[in-house]
């Protein structure tokens, strides 16, 4: 019974751990999504959760501590959306060719 318990309680933490997702990932994945539905223009930014904000929220990381907020439009800061977006995937890119 010893030996059950500690090995669901290991598999427990090693689920949650696994879906502890960077937020940077997820800022990515939302941009690709954003930019797949045709729109160039936007911003995306990471916020303490529950922060006051006129943005839509449109994802959460940090474990649950970050929301992350969407607004369209302003095309300067939709660049570092890009970035992240690129950078994200030539790492998944370079990770994938071992």
Known sequence: MRKLFLASACLFLAFGAANA???E???ASIAEKIKANGVVAFTLEIIDKGAETD???VG???E???DIVYQRGNAAV???SK???DKESSEIA???NF
């Open 83 to 85: 970035d992240v977006a």
């Open 21 to 23: 997702t960077p937020c």
């Open 78 to 80: 939709s660049e570092s």
């Open 94 to 96: 370079n990770n994938a």
């Open 25 to 27: 990932e997820v800022v």
């Open 60 to 62: 959460t990381c940090g």
């Open 64 to 66: 649950g501590t970050k």
């Open 55 to 57: 943005k839509k929220v």
